[in-house]
């Protein structure tokens, strides 16, 4: 018999980009739709966003396994929260926590790369907990294309300013709802991980709005 | 004096050296004929992957080497032995083992079909080509021409399927002139594998060939180490399972011209969606006899989804530094040489 | 990440552990989909030992508890000790007696939360799992893979089926299935992958879940179709070669 399965891997990349953009009163978060492995789509509807809190929502690409155990896991300290204090958690707390959570497990990470978007607030990390609070982000497979298009538009002041100025970007929630659809729609015809549909999670002062946008399929 | 007379010496000798390179990089970029024998095969891939650096980066051991190798060849025949060079095998292999990344090289995720229906042959490509997770070109030929009456689709390295396939065509025409006939699918196919199996599998061609000549319609697949197959309807390519599954549970024998264009389309449509190596369009060719109908872009099926109705501009500004320019102050002093020497 | 991938050895080495990292016996694609009145799965009976047809009457599909039915490509023996746990899952579910039971969403979760935890120990179950079930009127099927990457879908399939019949079924499935349509629909996913896939057999099973529960055929076989003229003598084609 042969070992041809010796070299198992415990990873897998499925794939996906994920962006999100904050104004002075609202949060865009997106992410596409698709779930593959290798050259192969493995569903075309897999969502890649959770809402862990009323001002806290995760968009996560990497691999699925690691981010849904990821998103139990968070979901669940956010219950034990609640319980103790008797209110939700804010979004800066819920970026402190997703940092340890990843943290914790700096040797055997989880291959998961995460956009935190809040009311007025993004966070951005690496897999391994690394994060930093900008007013826009994207993470996975199309992030290389889509960071750059939101640099030009966007303009962020620098963190090094003094007195610090607020990242968050001066577009109206319209307007950062359209750059979003831009810029996976681009994505989709460069990056061939992203595609299929677009989920867009928008939250404001009257609350959670979903809106979807179907992507090129091949 | 001293200047001139250091630059001197060198000057009749430059020019030779340069043409020398010249012709041989011309007869390097131009393999009409496969190598005699066969190529140090550990180190050929590796030969293949860094011939882009040897132009950019002509060094001074290079120079050597070539003056040797000329010194030698002289007493022989003068005559460029065509076909590709190893010359740099050796280097490129002690260059991985130093660890020096290789460039990579274009490598198109594809599918790529072709069927025989009643009165011919009928080619399909998809049209993305790929560089890893990116597309690199949304809308590129993959159907080869061959000969007037033979077409040829390719998937694996775009440079080795674009030169295996112009070399063979090459051969073709001058083999048409020879003897003043219609190429025969038969000849490219033996070519074709001729060249493949001599490079044992290093020149990664992946090829779907179809044809009309007096023998009737054929097609042919031809993998990347030179085995044939004779099918009536084949599938390559990384959607080729995708395209194979269409095939296998809707061709039937006898098929007309419109259904095996559906068909094709629908294999071709099936890798484009299902395997994301493939994308964008669909390139269809039909070759009956003595006449043949290429359709390039037969089939668009997938649109952009969304253009907004905002016009993003990007700023051409760049700061500007500086508007004076300030001349370099020239550092060497030229003086006429007839003059120099009589004073 | 790059570290595991590169470096095998530091993570897996089969000198020293009982796991597996390779497997024996293996059985391949599962194909399921939704119909009209519930779900529909169809497996091939083979079990492959290394290239080797070994086994040829291997059930790769089971029943779980009321309302759920799992098919399992990849390691029998690994299926087989997971239908293991799920007998005591079931048994201890029954046990409460409060006239609950576990669904098929319940099952499947489950069963990534199995796999996944094997994943994690690095001693996984070599298997892809489709799970499918009916409960209160709610048609479920899901996947999970050997590292517990798991989703939901209309159809699945796992290994060559992914590339085979996924195709097939991305084109032609939709909500108003009826029975005897998704029967079709499935034999001709199989008939694809018993020419394509060097491990399939000509011996399958096709079963169902609806409201009423599991239904499992008896093994029967597929036509097939070998006559196109092209076959008959495959040199004819390339005369004059070599």
Excluded at chain 1, 47 to 60: G, H, P
Excluded at chain 2, 283 to 292: A, F, L, Q, S, Y
């Amino acid at each position: 018999m042969t070992k041809q399965h010796a070299n198992w891997s415990p990873y897998d990349n499925n794939g996906g980009s994920c962006v999100a953009i904050a104004g002075a009163n609202y949060c865009v978060i997106a992410a596409d739709t698709r779930m593959s492995t290798g050259y192969s789509i493995l569903t075309r509807d897999y969502s890649k966003i959770c809402k862990l809190a009323d001002k806290a929502v995760l968009a996560s690409s990497g691999f699925q396994a690691d981010v849904k155990a990821l998103q139990k896991h968070l979901a669940a300290k956010h219950l034990i929260y609640q319980h103790q204090h008797n209110k939700q958690m804010s979004c800066p707390a819920m970026a402190q926590l997703l940092s340890n959570t990843l943290y914790y497990k700096r040797f055997f990470p989880y291959y998961a790369f995460n956009v935190l978007g809040g009311k007025g607030c993004v966070f951005t990390y690496d897999a391994v907990g690394s994060y930093e609070r900008v007013g826009y982000s994207s993470q996975g497979s199309g992030s290389t294309l889509i960071i750059p298009f939101l640099d030009n538009q966007l303009k962020s002041p620098s963190p090094l300013l003094l007195p610090a100025v607020d990242a968050v970007t001066p577009l109206s929630e319209a307007e950062a709802i359209d750059l979003v659809k831009t810029v996976f729609a681009s994505a989709t015809e460069r990056d061939i991980y992203t595609g299929d549909r677009l989920e867009i999670v928008v939250l404001n002062a009257d609350g959670t709005r979903y809106e979807y946008m179907e992507l090129r399929k091949d | 004096m001293g200047l001139l007379g250091s630059v001197g010496p060198h000057q009749d000798e430059r020019p030779r050296l340069y043409h020398y390179l010249s012709d041989k990089f011309f007869s390097l970029s131009l393999p009409h004929k496969p190598c005699g024998t066969p190529p140090p095969i550990s180190s050929f891939q590796s030969d293949l992957l860094l011939r882009g650096s040897t132009f950019r980066h002509p060094n001074a051991y290079q120079f050597n080497f070539k003056l040797k190798e000329k010194k030698m060849s002289q007493a022989a025949i003068d005559v460029p032995k065509g076909g590709f060079s190893f010359d740099l095998c050796r280097r490129n292999d002690m260059l991985a083992k130093k660890g020096v990344q290789q460039p990579s090289y274009r490598k198109t995720g594809t599918t790529i079909v072709g069927l025989i229906f009643q009165d011919g042959v009928i080619l399909g490509a998809d049209t993305r080509a790929t560089e890893g997770p990116i597309v690199c070109d949304k809308n590129c030929e993959k159907i080869h021409y061959m000969a007037p009456n033979i077409y040829c689709c390719g998937a694996g390295t775009a440079a080795d399927t674009e030169a295996v396939t112009d070399m063979v065509s090459s051969q073709l025409q001058l083999h048409r002139y020879h003897t003043g006939r219609e190429s025969r699918v038969v000849t490219a196919l033996t070519l074709l594998k001729k060249h493949l199996f001599s490079y044992q599998g290093h020149v990664s061609a992946a090829l779907v060939l179809g044809g009309v000549d007096v023998t009737g319609p054929h097609l042919h697949t031809i993998y990347p180490h030179g085995s044939t197959d004779t099918l009536p309807f084949a599938t390559m390519g990384s959607g080729s399972l995708a395209a194979m599954a269409i095939f296998e549970s809707k061709y039937k024998e006898g098929l007309t011209r419109d259904e095996g264009i559906k068909l094709v389309t629908e294999a071709i449509c099936s890798g484009i969606f299902n395997d994301l190596g493939s994308g964008s369009n669909v390139d269809v060719c039909v070759i009956t006899k003595g006449h043949k109908e290429y359709l390039r872009n037969h089939l668009s099926p997938t649109p952009r989804t969304y253009v907004s109705a905002k016009d993003y501009t990007f700023s051409k500004k760049t700061e500007v530094l500086l508007t004076k320019i300030i001349p370099l102050t020239e550092k060497v002093e030229v003086i006429e040489a007839g003059d120099a020497m009589e004073e | 990440m790059e570290s595991y991938q590169s470096k095998p050895g530091l993570l897996c080495n089969p000198e020293a552990s009982q796991r597996t990292l390779y497997p024996y016996v293996t059985g391949t694609s599962v194909v399921a989909l939704k119909y009209k009145d519930g779900i529909l799965m169809a497996a091939d009976m083979g079990g492959s030992y290394g290239s080797t047809l070994r086994y040829k009457s291997v059930e790769r599909m089971k029943p779980i508890g009321k309302h759920s039915l799992l098919g399992a490509s990849g390691e029998i023996s690994d299926f087989q000790e997971l239908l293991r746990y799920l007998d005591e899952l079931i048994l201890y579910d029954n046990m409460w007696d409060d006239g609950n039971s576990l669904g098929p969403k319940e099952v499947h979760n489950y069963l990534t939360r199995v796999m996944y935890n094997r994943r994690n120990k690095f001693n996984p179950l070599w298997n892809s799992l489709v799970l499918g079930g009916v409960k209160k009127g709610q048609k479920y099927l899901g996947m999970v893979s050997m590292i517990g990457v798991n989703f939901e879908d209309n159809h699945v399939a796992t290994g060559f089926g992914n590339h085979l019949a996924r195709p097939i079924l991305r084109d032609e499935w939709h909500e108003n299935l009826t029975f005897e349509e998704g029967v079709k629909l499935l034999e001709k996913c199989m008939r694809v992958l018993l020419y394509r896939d060097r491990s399939a057999v000509n011996k399958l099973q096709i079963s169902k879940i609806t409201e009423e529960g599991v239904t499992i055929s008896q093994p029967y076989s597929l036509k097939t179709f070998w006559g196109f003229s092209a076959f008959e003598n495959p040199t004819l084609g390339a005369e004059g070669s070599w």
